[in-house]
């Protein structure tokens, strides 16, 4: 019995070292990966620098990218309105005119109303 729990200690003890040496490894790369890049913007050297980072299995840079998303879906709007034509109008109005959700920005490039019914409320 104590040989099997001192052999069990033992092995705990090495996976708690290897979970803690991948940890600092890990840790390690990310301040070289860091401290690298810092170096290599501060030289104009950022143009071979993902190369070689990649070469040494790190991450390359993170830049800012622009997404252009396509979406097809359909949106309900309670408006106060005169009758279905002015409600359609402010319903079409409000969403061309609507610049940004949130941080980003939002182009309307077409706005067709399918209908206008009056609403419970």
């Known amino acids: 019995m104590t040989m099997t729990t001192d052999t ?6 090495c996976r708690h070292r290897a979970v803690t040496a991948e940890r600092e490894l890990a840790e390690f790369k990310e301040r070289v990966r860091e401290r690298m890049i810092e170096e290599a913007e501060r ?3 950022c143009s071979e620098f993902d190369a070689i ?3 040494f299995g790190l991450r390359g840079r993170t830049r800012n990218w622009d997404v252009t998303l396509t979406i097809t879906g ?5 408006l106060l ?3 279905e034509d002015h409600a359609q109008q402010l319903a079409e109005n ?4 609507y610049g940004s959700i949130g941080n980003y920005e939002l182009s309307v490039d077409d706005v067709s109303c399918e209908g206008a019914t009056p609403s419970d409320d």
């Open 53 to 55: 980072l990649a070469e």
């Open 74 to 78: 359909s949106v309900t709007m309670t």
């Open 43 to 45: 030289r104009d050297w």
């Open 8 to 13: 069990c200690a033992s092995c705990a003890e």
């Open 81 to 83: 309105a005169r009758d």
């Open 94 to 97: 409000a969403l061309a005119s």
